[in-house]
Antibody, heavy 121, light 113 residues
Framework: QVQLQESGPGLVKPSGTLSLTCAVS??????????WSWVRQPPGKGLEWIGD???????TYSPSLKSRVTISVDKSKNQFSLKLSSVTAADTAVYYC?????????????WGQGTLVTVSS | DIVMTQSPDSLAVSLGERATINCKSS????????????LAWYQQRPGQPPNLLIY???TRESGVPDRFSGSGSGTDFTLTISSLQAEDVAFYYC?????????FGGGTKVEIK
């Protein structure tokens, strides 16, 4: 059973950089069948896809966030990370890491529990 | 971007009654080469991450009760809960995986009447 666990600071100052890590257990991040994703959900609002990374390091980002987002992978630690720069209050959200398929399936099948990140001074 | 529009925003249904949620995409998510609709449905209970219910628009994920069903093709889709149970109180989201950026509907809140 694949498990994902987000970690990182719960409070970030405006104009700062949000940094989160997702630890993957029960499966290899080097699997050729999966993309590793970040999705966020502002309080009381819907879901927004941020971007994905493949184990090769190939990334896809939401155009609306692309200029501020970096997703990286650390295969030795079986984890991947999110950095979002120049944050504002609008970036306050629960951030989820998730797994989605590649090749034979494409939906999100495993999710972390999510971590709330608040942008405030 | 493909815009996903769900309706209604919320609905209240009596226990044992049918709940119907609609999802419309701004362009077709039907891939002609394999005749599959690139659409999924998720359930999100309060304080929990989303949970996959349906993929390929109508295929139920393993372990999902058969009271949940998905239908539709092209741009118009429906999630039906045939007999609402108390544990079905949640938000429901559709999501297209036809192309990036991946996009979700705005969500539908299902409550007990």
């Amino acid at each position: 059973q694949v498990q994902l666990q987000e970690s990182g600071p719960g409070l970030v100052k405006p104009s700062g950089t949000l940094s989160l890590t997702c630890a993957v257990s029960g499966g290899s991040i080097s699997s050729s069948n999966n993309w590793w994703s970040w999705v966020r959900q502002p309080p009381g609002k819907g879901l927004e896809w941020i971007g994905d990374i493949y184990h090769t390091g190939s990334t896809t980002y939401s155009p609306s966030l692309k200029s501020r987002v970096t997703i990286s992978v650390d295969k030795s630690k079986n984890q991947f990370s999110l950095k979002l720069s120049s944050v504002t209050a609008a970036d306050t959200a629960v951030y989820y890491c998730a797994r989605r398929g590649s090749g034979t399936y494409f939906w999100f099948d495993y999710w972390g529990q999510g971590t709330l990140v608040t942008v405030s001074s | 971007d493909i815009v996903m529009t769900q309706s209604p925003d919320s609905l209240a249904v009596s226990l044992g009654e049918r709940a119907t949620i609609n999802c419309k995409s701004s362009q077709s998510v039907l891939y002609s080469s394999n005749n599959k609709n690139y659409l999924a449905w998720y359930q999100q209970r309060p304080g929990q991450p989303p949970n996959l219910l349906i993929y390929w628009a109508s295929t139920r994920e393993s372990g999902v009760p058969d009271r949940f069903s998905g239908s539709g093709s092209g741009t118009d889709f429906t999630l039906t809960i045939s007999s609402l149970q108390a544990e079905d109180v949640a938000f429901y989201y559709c999501q297209q995986y036809y192309t990036t950026p991946l996009t979700f509907g705005g969500g539908t809140k299902v409550e007990i009447k």
